[in-house]
């Protein structure tokens, strides 16, 4: 992933955000909501003009933070000065775009790939006898922290999207499935949880 351009899910468009094009472009927010409520309707022939309502550090009025497409964010730059800054991030937004694509095919082909493999996991937790109701997600945050160092919540926040599965990288993919198998082999010998984070700790430092 990049800190440029994000995917909300894997069926999602790609997108970045006013605050991303203000923060690197060297126009004030102001200034780049502002244009985007000007030309409200130019952008609308691009998609949706989308949006999320948040509040600054948690308090205060919410405002919106607008979400754009590639054809969104490429008009936005348009109606830009066309300073030194803004060209050399314009190329940079351009490559992100492009980028964040390529990733987002093999992302899909990977998640496809994967959805077996996650019933099998499941499966094996029902039969575990020391699974409880919880058993999944915790098995889940164990695999996630063992990848990114975040748990499902935190990868969610951290890397914007609705499915934890849908913020990890290819070669976390990668990663993450090696492990997978692993746990699902351990819950299917009716290993305790603390017997396989034990051994998941040791293996994930040579995976």
Same mark, same amino acid.
């Given at each position: 992933m990049n800190d440029l351009v994000f995917i909300g899910s894997v069926d999602d468009e790609p997108y970045t955000t006013d605050k991303i094009i203000s923060d690197y472009s060297g126009n004030s927010l102001?200034?780049? $909501?502002?244009?985007?409520?000007?030309? /409200?309707?130019?952008?609308?022939?691009?998609?949706?003009?989308?949006?999320?309502?948040?509040?600054?550090?948690g308090r205060g009025r919410p405002r919106k933070n607008y979400r754009l497409n590639e054809e969104q964010a490429t008009l936005l730059m348009?109606?830009?000065?066309?300073?030194?800054?803004? /060209?050399?991030? $314009? $190329?940079?937004?351009?490559?992100?775009f492009f980028t964040i694509r390529n990733e987002k095919l093999e992302q899909v082909k990977n998640r496809v790939a994967g959805i077996s493999h996650r019933r099998t996991l499941t499966d094996a937790i029902q039969r575990w006898q020391h699974g409880n109701r919880w058993s999944y997600k915790t098995i889940t945050d164990l695999l996630l922290?063992?990848?990114?160092?975040?748990?499902a919540k935190q990868l969610k926040t951290s890397r914007h999207v609705k499915n934890a599965m849908d913020g990890l990288t290819t070669s976390e993919q990668a990663k993450y499935q090696q492990l997978e198998n692993i746990v699902t082999g351990f819950i299917g010998l009716n290993k305790t949880y603390d017997q396989i984070k034990g051994v998941l700790l040791l293996t994930s430092e040579v995976v």
């Open positions: 102001h200034a780049v $909501k502002n244009l985007i409520y000007q030309h /409200r309707s130019d952008f609308e022939e691009y998609g949706i003009l989308s949006f999320e309502m948040t509040k600054l550090n348009t109606y830009l000065d066309n300073t030194d800054q803004v /060209r050399e991030f $314009k $190329k940079k937004l351009v490559r992100a922290k063992q990848v990114t160092g975040m748990n």
